[in-house]
C-alpha cells in the first residue's frame, strides 16, 4: 500500500499570530524579530518581503529595504501557545506526527480514517483557519521528500499533490537546488560542471552520485527519481530532538553561530512542550568548512526544556570552544528525556 505523507508548513507564522492579534497590522509589512541593531529578522510577512526582506537577515539591513516595516520583538510564549494548538488538531487526523519545528510538522495519514491526503489537507487547513485565523500550506504525496517539496509549491495558504505518475517530469525542470541532501558548496560545485537543473543531474550515472556526494549522493540519486524511504518519525522513536542548519556563507563569527543556536532553541522548546517532555543532556554540533564533525555534550543534574535554558548551555558549550576554522554547518539537540507531568503536578 501506497503510503500517504503530508508535511504542514505555516505561513509566516510569527508575523501571522501578530497580525491575528492585532487586525491592525494585517496588510503591513510586519518583520519580527531583534529590535536592536544587532538582532536579526526571526520572520516577516509576504508584505515584507516583497522589500526582499528574509529571515536570518540583520534588522538593521531590514530597516533600509523596508523602512515603512512594523517591527515587532518575538513573543515566543505566544506563538508556542497557539503551536500547541495547531498541533492538537494534527492528533486528530493521526498519531503519526514528526514535529520539525514550532511550525513545521509531517503526518503519515496512511491508515487514518481520510480517504485522501487532499480531503486530509483541508480538513487541516478548514480547522486552523476557523479556530485560530491563520492560514497553511501543505504538500501531498507518498514520501517526505515530495511531500515537503510540494508544501513550497503553492505558498502561502496552498496544496500541492505530487503523484508517482508526476515522477519524474515533475522534477526535471527545478533547480538542484531544491533537492533536499545538495548544499550551497554543492550546488555551486555542481553548476560549475554545467550542471544546473535536476534534468541534468538526473542524467549522470550513478557512479557519479557517489564519487562527487558518498553515501548521500546514493540518497540524491533515489530522491530525483522519486524515492525516499525514510519514515515519519514520532517522538517516542527518537532518542533526541534537534536541529541543524547548513550555513549560505561558512563563518568564524560565534556572534552569528548564536543567532542560529538561538532559532534553534526555540523550536526544540517548542517540541518538548507539545509532547510534555524534558532532557537533561545538549549537544551542540558543527562542522568545518573542511568537513570535519565536532560535537559536545553537556548533563545536566536537573531536566530542562525552556528556550532559555536549552540556549544557556549551547552558548556556553559554543563559547568553550576555540574555532580555528569557519563553520559551514551548526546544530543543537536535546537528549535523556523523561515526561514532564511529574514536575507540573509539584506547581500545583
Not at 2 to 17: L, Q, R, W
Not at 32 to 57: D, F, I, L, N, Q
Not at 310 to 315: A, D, E, L, R
Request: aromatic share 10%; charged share 30%; proline share 3%.
Amino acid at each position: 500500500m501506497e503510503k500517504i505523507i503530508i508535511h504542514v508548513d505555516m505561513d509566516a507564522f510569527f508575523a501571522s499570530v501578530e497580525e491575528r492579534d492585532n487586525p491592525n497590522l494585517i496588510g503591513k509589512p510586519v518583520i519580527v524579530g531583534g529590535v536592536g541593531e544587532r538582532g536579526v529578522v526571526s520572520t516577516c510577512s509576504y508584505e515584507a518581503r516583497k522589500y526582499g526582506v528574509h529571515s536570518a537577515m540583520p534588522i538593521f539591513m531590514a530597516r533600509s529595504i523596508c523602512p515603512m516595516g512594523v517591527f515587532l520583538p518575538g513573543r515566543y510564549w505566544r506563538y508556542t501557545e497557539i503551536s500547541n494548538e495547531i498541533f492538537k488538531i494534527f492528533k486528530e487526523v493521526t498519531d503519526i506526527i514528526e514535529p520539525l519545528s514550532i511550525d513545521e510538522a509531517f503526518l503519515d495519514i496512511t491508515n487514518s480514517r481520510f480517504k485522501t491526503g487532499e480531503e486530509a489537507g483541508l480538513y487541516i487547513k478548514n480547522r486552523v483557519r476557523k479556530e485560530l485565523g491563520l492560514t497553511l500550506s501543505i504538500g501531498v504525496s507518498y514520501n517526505k521528500f515530495l511531500a515537503k517539496l510540494s508544501s513550497e509549491w503553492n505558498k502561502p495558504n496552498g496544496m500541492m499533490v505530487i503523484t508517482s505518475e508526476m515522477i519524474p517530469d515533475i522534477l526535471l525542470p527545478l533547480s538542484i537546488s531544491k533537492i533536499f541532501g545538495i548544499g550551497k558548496k554543492s550546488v555551486e560545485r555542481l553548476n560549475n560542471m554545467g550542471i544546473f537543473i535536476v534534468k541534468d543531474l538526473y542524467e549522470q550515472p550513478k557512479g557519479f552520485f557517489y564519487e562527487f556526494m558518498g553515501k548521500l549522493g546514493l540518497e540524491v540519486y533515489d530522491r530525483i527519481r522519486g524515492i525516499d524511504n525514510r519514515q515519519v518519525e514520532t517522538f517516542r522513536e527518537r532518542k533526541s530532538v534537534g536541529k541543524e542548519r547548513t550555513l549560505k556563507l561558512d563563518t568564524i563569527d560565534k556572534e552569528e553561530l548564536l543567532i542560529y543556536i538561538s532559532e534553534f532553541s526555540r523550536d526544540i522548546s517548542a517540541i518538548l512542550r507539545t509532547k510534555d517532555i524534558l532532557g537533561k543532556t545538549v549537544t551542540l554540533k558543527y562542522k568545518t568548512a573542511n568537513f570535519e564533525s565536532h560535537t559536545r555534550s553537556k548533563t545536566l543534574n536537573n531536566y530542562i526544556g525552556t528556550f532559555e535554558e536549552i540556549f544557556k548551555v549551547s552558548t556556553e558549550l559554543l563559547e568553550s570552544e576555540d574555532l580555528d576554522e569557519e563553520v559551514r554547518l551548526i546544530g543543537v539537540s536535546i537528549s535523556s528525556f523523561k515526561e514532564d507531568r511529574i514536575e507540573q503536578l509539584k506547581l500545583f
